[in-house]
Each structure stands twice: as C-alpha cells, then as structure tokens.
C-alpha cells in the first residue's frame, strides 16, 4: 500500500494558513513604499514642468511606470531621467506616444479675373460645395454663361466666407477696364490691372474696403492716355496759355502759386507727346536794361522746364529761350501792352 502524500497527512492546513496571513502583511509593507515612491518622482516631474508625465507604481514595489501624452521625444528622455534620479525610484519604464500637432487649416485663396467677356476663378478652396458655392454667387452676379471655374480642392483649408457682396462691388467697379484681378488670400485683398483714372482706381479702393474687413492692397495701375498728335498739342497748350498766364515774382524767376495748376494741365498735355518738343520762350517788356530782360526772360523759361521736369515729364522734351523784349505782342507805351508782352510761350520744335 503506498503512503498518504505529505497534503493527506492531515497537517497541511498548518503550512497554508500562515502563507494567508502573510499575504496582508506583505501589501501593507509595500503600500505606502509605493506611495513615497510616486510622490517623490511625481514631485520632481512636476517641478521640472512635465505635467503630462503620470506616475504609476501599483503593485510596482520601488518600479515606475510613466504614462502620457509627452510633446516629443526629447521630453520622454528627461522625464525619464528625472524619475530615475527621484528618491527611492529603482527602475523606471515609460509607455507614452508623442503628441501629433495638428497643423491649422491653411487660409483659401481665390484670385478673381474679370475681362470684357468673362470671369475666371482661380485659387483652393475647402471642398467641392465651397467651389459650388462661390461659382454659383459670381454667376448671380455676372451671369452664369461668363463664369469659368479653375477652382481646385485643398489639403486643411479653412472655410470661405459668402462673396456675393465681394463680386457686387468688383462688377459695379470693372467698367473702363479691359482687365481686372482681385485675389483673395486670408485677410488680405490684392487689386491688380489697369484702369482709365486715378479716381477710378481710389473709387475701387474704397469699395472694396467698405466691402472686405482686412487689408485691401490697390495695385491698380492707371492706363496710358493713347498719344496726341503734335500739332494738336500746340493747339491744347495755346488755349491754356490764352485762358491763363504762368506769373513770376516782380524782377525774379520765382514761379508764383498760383501758377502751379496750369502748369500741371501744360504737363498732363504734355505727357500725351511724348514725342513733341517745346522751346520755352521767354518773353519781357521793354522796361529797363536790355541785358537784364534778357537774363531774366532766360531764367523764368529755365524756371518753367525744371517745374515741368519735376512733375516727372522728360528734360529732353524741353529747351528754354530768353527773348527778352525783342518779340513784342502788345505796345510797350501802355500798361496793357507791357502786360501782354510779359509772358511764356511754348512753341513746336518738330
């Protein structure tokens, strides 16, 4: 007969009962040494600004276990360091993945081209409805059969406002004009192409400031007036000439104020000649000495052509000519003549 194994003697019970017993003793032991444990490294990641390190010791005696959402690697290496290097910390294991930064949405861009016979967009949009959307707002505007969408889908781009009032300005603004871009980007508007007039190109301007919160660039550019015949130059010079007078300082070369605007129209014709030269004549009574009229008359027909030249016309375009009194047009005995006698005048070279 075999012998009763050592679990059947009957004793068995005395081995167990103090193995249970054991088991509290041995979890109030570790408790509180996991607890300091915790505390102390998860003091010095708090301390060295690593919040997002959490601290686990849980039936991990004097082990660590980090967990988190760390912003990079080089924050996993330091906490790691950090909690190895705390009080009572035996070995240290992170289980943590590096935060992805969500890149934001990148601003849409639309780039508006109005011509005599069409409207082509052009830019990224969000998706497919914000396409749909602006194309269907431009045609309201300037009718369905003269939109040509070259709109495309972008990778995280942000939402389009509603541009309904934003084609309203550019259509009631884009006449006298062969061409015409607005390119939308973010919070600013680019105004390109060219336009018959200054005031048209502030009027635009303004416009689409009124329309649009963020900042209106006006690249506008005023067009070329097209060129004026020469002779027809003349013709427009001699009737500002005959309506107005270019006046000097008594005896000087100095150009009065008031003079300034007729000057201007001299130049605003001139540009339009570009081919044209003038001599500028200029012209005295016959009071005084001679010499002196005739340095004089010089020196207020160069006075002329150095203003002219500074508002902005080619010095080439111009010669100055002092005739002093030799080239009357009135009598020198009255004051009404000497009055006439005093005087510029621009006269065709070519």
């Known amino acids: 007969m075999k012998k009763c194994a050592l679990f059947c003697a009957g004793w068995w019970p005395f081995l167990v009962f103090p193995f249970l017993l054991l088991l509290p003793l041995l979890f109030f032991k570790w408790h509180p040494i996991e607890q300091d444990v915790a505390a102390n490294a998860s003091n010095d990641l708090s301390a060295a600004g690593m919040e997002w390190a959490k601290v686990d010791t849980f039936n991990r005696g004097r082990d660590v276990l980090l967990t988190g959402t760390p912003p990079n690697e080089a924050a996993i290496v330091t906490a790691k360091e950090l909690a190895e290097s705390a009080y009572g910390v035996n070995k240290v294991e992170v289980s943590a993945d590096v935060r992805v930064p969500t890149a934001p949405p990148s601003a849409p861009e639309l780039n508006t081209l109005i011509t005599s016979g069409s409207v082509v967009l052009r830019g990224t949009l969000k998706d497919q409805a914000s396409i749909e959307a602006v194309v269907q707002q431009a045609g309201k505007v300037f009718g369905e059969n003269k939109v040509i969408n070259k709109l495309s889908v972008g990778d995280n781009v942000a939402a389009i406002p509603s541009l309904t ?14 061409t015409l871009s607005a390119k939308l980007q973010g919070n600013s508007l680019t105004l390109s192409g060219e336009v018959p007039s200054l005031d048209i190109k502030s009027s635009i301007g303004r416009t ?47 150009i009065k104020e008031d003079s300034y605007a007729l000057l201007q129209s001299i130049a605003d014709i001139a540009k339009q000649c570009p081919d044209a030269a003038f001599e500028v004549a200029g012209h005295t009574d016959s009071t005084g000495n001679l010499e002196s009229n005739m340095k004089l008359s010089e020196s207020r027909a160069q006075a002329v052509v150095s203003h002219l030249t500074g508002l902005g016309l080619d010095a080439n375009q111009f010669s100055a000519a002092g005739y002093g009194p030799n080239r009357p047009v009135g009598d020198n005995s009255t004051a009404e003549g000497r009055a006439l006698n005093r005087r510029i005048e621009f006269k065709l070279k070519n």
């Open 165 to 178: 009032g934003f084609f309203q300005g550019l259509a009631g603004k884009s006449a006298g004009s062969d």
């Open 208 to 254: 689409m400031s009124q329309l649009f919160s963020g900042e209106v660039n006006n690249q506008l550019s005023i067009a070329a007036p097209p060129p004026v015949e020469r002779d027809l130059c003349q013709e427009l010079v001699n009737e500002l000439l005959a309506s107005g007078k270019i006046n000097f300082a008594t005896g000087k070369s100095l």
